[in-house]
């Protein structure tokens, strides 16, 4: 063989080798409030400031998410919540220890067709609502008309998220029907005048409305200055001492100037200086 035949083979084996070098990939798994609508818009900027690192991303859930950075098939879990401590016991059963970050606060916004009359509610007529202890718009003075409550399905760690900021930990009523993702919730509430639901704040749609709680509307202001109940905190987790170099070149982007920025122009506020401590979900 020639040697610049040679010499073009090996060059050809490293540009191959360098294709499947793990440090130029970047997986992504875990919450539906993350991957959903701010996650790909990160994702974006991030592969034009690095395109070099190939990032996948999956929104399966939160739970789904951890489960996925333990066994070793997520470089980074985004979750809507802290880890629980069941989560927590199975990390340090697997010889692991999570680490946290908080990005960001994300806030749920309660709303309802545009064409009902009520405007806004308090924590403990939403709590009624979903759980099924009020079943008519007219006990929160809105119409004669049975209330159809639209909730995420069981597969989101924000379902769980919303029954600790809105229900107290309670469960959802009978009556409440599970949707996959907030834009599915958005959609049945437009063409449903009895419906009510939740979605990301910025997320209602035209034919809905988003509802004032405690006469706050649901707005970044509102979340940052923790003066509206319905926001939580959003985490990255990785597993300690062993991030990869893409994993940490993410987290620094989205902790950055620019990154934090597109989590606000998202409708996210930006990252507190002192974020809530583990279990602490309804004091914004």
Same mark, same amino acid.
């Given at each position: 063989?020639? !040697?610049? &035949?040679? +010499?073009l083979s090996i060059m050809l084996t +490293? $540009?191959? *080798? @360098? *294709?499947?070098? !793990? $440090?130029? &990939?970047? @997986?992504? &798994?875990? =919450?539906n409030v993350f991957g959903e609508k701010v996650g790909p818009i990160v994702v974006d900027a991030f592969r034009k400031k690095f395109p070099g690192i190939t990032v996948e991303l999956k929104r399966p859930g939160s739970?789904?998410? @951890?489960? *996925?950075?333990?066994?070793?098939?997520?470089?980074?879990? !985004? &979750? =809507?919540?802290p880890a629980t401590p069941k989560e927590l016991a199975a990390a340090k059963e697997a010889g692991l220890r +999570?680490? =946290?970050?908080?990005?960001?606060?994300?806030?749920?916004?309660i709303i309802a067709h545009d064409g009902n009359p009520v405007r806004g509610l308090n924590p403990e007529q939403v709590r009624g609502i979903f759980t099924g202890k009020i079943t008519n718009w007219k006990e929160v003075g809105g119409a004669d008309l049975p209330i159809q409550p #639209?909730?995420?399905?069981?597969?989101?760690?924000?379902? $769980?998220? #919303?029954? +600790?900021?809105?229900?107290k930990g309670e469960d959802y009523g009978s009556s409440s029907r599970g949707l996959p993702d907030y834009e599915a919730i958005a959609g049945t509430v437009a063409a449903n005048p009895a419906a009510i639901g939740y979605t990301g704040i910025g997320r209602a749609r035209a034919g809905t409305r988003a509802l004032l709680i405690n006469g706050q509307p649901p707005n970044t202001a509102a979340i940052y200055e923790r003066v509206y109940p319905y926001a939580n905190t959003l985490y990255f987790y990785t597993i300690a001492r062993n991030e990869s170099p893409a994993a940490a070149k993410f987290i620094r982007f989205v902790l950055s100037r620019e990154g934090q920025r597109i989590l606000q122009n998202a409708g996210y506020a930006p990252r507190l200086a002192a974020p809530p401590a583990a279990g602490e979900s309804i004091a914004f």
């Open positions: 063989m020639k !040697p610049a &035949t040679i +010499l +490293l $540009a191959g *080798a @360098l *294709a499947q070098d !793990p $440090a130029s &990939t970047l @997986l992504i &798994t875990g =919450s739970s789904q998410g @951890l489960a *996925a950075l333990m066994a070793g098939r997520a470089d980074i879990a !985004p &979750t =809507s919540r +999570l680490r =946290s970050q908080a990005i960001g606060s994300y806030g749920v916004a #639209f909730v995420l399905d069981k597969t989101t760690g924000a379902r $769980a998220g #919303f029954q +600790l900021l809105a229900m």
